[in-house]
């Protein structure tokens, strides 16, 4: 089975008057000129991560089974 390569591109990363950190990419299979969908993935001071996508199913994002802060 082969598995298609994904871009990521990030666009902007914002600090929101130290309340959440907020990074907005656009997400593309490789080779295609983002083509893709947006993401906002907003993390918060208590560790919440929240994900707001713009393709009416988002992909399933894994991987995160620990965080680390740095201050």
């Not at 008057?17 to 990419?25: A, P, S």
């Not at 299979?29 to 929240?50: F, N, P, W, Y």
Request: glycine letters at 8%; a negative charge; charged letters at 30%.
């Amino acid at each position: 089975m082969k598995q298609a390569q994904a871009r990521i591109d990030i666009d902007a990363v914002y600090l929101n008057r130290g309340e959440y950190v907020t990074v907005y990419v656009t997400t593309s299979e490789a080779g295609k000129d983002r083509e893709g969908h947006s993401m906002e993935i907003r993390v918060t001071q208590d560790g919440t991560l929240e994900i707001y996508s713009s393709a009416a199913e988002p992909p399933e994002i894994t991987g995160f089974d620990r965080w680390y802060s740095c201050e």
